[in-house]
């Protein structure tokens, strides 16, 4: 008898196989879990979750993926779904180089799946998932078509990994940077985004950057930097004062780590150094606001000290692994950049200018205005992926 998993349910799905009658029916498992609860954002006016599904083949034959499908727990509804390449896209096979999932996810092997979905209100009290797959009795030929040359394969599914999302957060914070334009860049589907790294310290692996920021600062014409670019102090933003977002205590702060003077000389950094010169700040709900990249010598905080909203604690630099000037913000349960898990925040007000259509173009030619039935002033929201905003001077 396995133990009954406190975080997780272990689910076992009967895959029922054309045989012969005298053939047992094998029997794969598949564990269902979601880590991290869920808690709501609002982005331009829609309630969203982000959270990650994980898959563990504890079964001993591959099993390959084939839908995932969000349900609303209580009616059975669907909520959304994803199959095919949509799904494919939204993960991967956990320590398997290039391995996707429309891969066979092997025996001891997990797949994470990363979900956003917008949900009507009132939020459901609680969701499930629901994972179709087939059973792959021998790895993919060369064509890999999903089907294992001379394998036979079935279909099965299961449901579990049942999550009861919390409410948003009910502290709302002030802007960490004044004016604008300000580029709001990320994007919930790039392989090597903050969105999708996670970090494996303390015997924990985390994913501290799920709703991070990078802000970066741009002018009328969408350009990043005035003169040569590859020079970053002329970037726009470099420089810019960044502010405590609310009345907090220091939690912790890091000062003295270089930067170069040439965005094309800069140099990789090991995991340790990657945030480079930073700030977190304790609030009062209990979650961390994370600062890093600032400029070498500007802070103006340390560790313990007790900051108001809108007080300057730094500048935005060129600290740590950065592809060019800008601010990263993130929002943990946890002070260290790196050792905390990602949890939603809420701007309290900021305009919206624009967006750059998945980022590209970015320091190379304007935004798309916008839309005219999206307000301008926006309230209590997180800023949408790779929105052009403006907070108050």
Excluded: C
Aim: no cysteine.
């Amino acid at each position: 008898m396995l133990p009954r998993p406190f975080a997780s349910a272990l689910i076992w799905a009967a895959l029922v196989l054309a045989a012969a009658p005298a053939r047992a029916a094998p029997v794969d498992t598949l564990d269902l879990a979601v880590p991290q609860v869920p808690a709501a954002v609002v982005v331009e006016g829609r309630q969203r979750l982000l959270y990650e599904l994980h898959l563990t083949n504890f079964g001993a034959a591959p099993l390959r993926l084939q839908a995932v499908s969000v349900l609303d727990a209580g009616s059975g509804a669907v909520l959304a779904g994803w199959r095919g390449e949509a799904l494919a896209a939204r993960g991967r096979i956990v320590g398997a180089r290039d391995a996707a999932l429309g891969d066979a996810l092997q025996p001891g092997q997990r797949a994470v799946v990363f979900l956003e979905l917008d949900l009507p209100a009132p939020m459901p009290k609680a969701l499930r998932h629901r994972v179709e797959f087939s059973s792959a009795a021998a790895a993919p030929g060369p064509a890999d078509t999903g089907r294992a040359e001379g394998a036979q394969v079935e279909g099965g599914q299961v449901e579990g990994g049942q999550v009861a999302p919390r409410p948003a957060a009910a502290l709302p914070l002030a802007a960490p940077l004044r004016g604008g334009p300000w580029a709001a860049v990320y994007a919930p589907h790039w392989p090597r985004g903050h969105r999708r790294v996670f970090y494996a310290l303390d015997g924990r692996a985390r994913l501290p950057g799920r709703y991070a920021i990078d802000f970066v600062r741009v002018d009328a014409q969408g350009r990043t930097a005035r003169g040569d670019a590859d020079l970053a102090a002329n970037a726009l933003g470099y420089g810019e004062p960044v502010l405590a977002v609310a009345d907090a205590v220091v939690a912790a702060a890091r000062d003295g780590i270089g930067e170069s003077a040439r965005v094309s000389a800069h140099p990789r950094h090991d995991f340790d150094r990657a945030p480079g010169n930073y700030v977190a700040l304790a609030l009062a709900d209990g979650r961390y606001a994370v600062y890093e990249h600032l400029r070498p010598g500007s802070l103006s905080v340390r560790a313990g000290e007790r900051v108001r909203r809108g007080q300057v604690i730094g500048e935005l630099g060129f600290t740590g692994d950065s592809t060019g000037p800008h601010l990263h913000f993130h929002v943990a349960d946890a002070p260290a950049p790196l050792a905390g898990e990602g949890v939603g925040y809420a701007f309290e007000a900021f305009g919206l200018l624009g967006h750059y259509p998945g980022a590209a173009g970015l320091g190379e030619r304007p935004w798309q205005a916008r839309a005219d039935d999206v307000a301008a002033q926006r309230r209590n929201e997180l800023p949408e992926s790779n929105a052009v905003i403006e907070f108050a001077r």
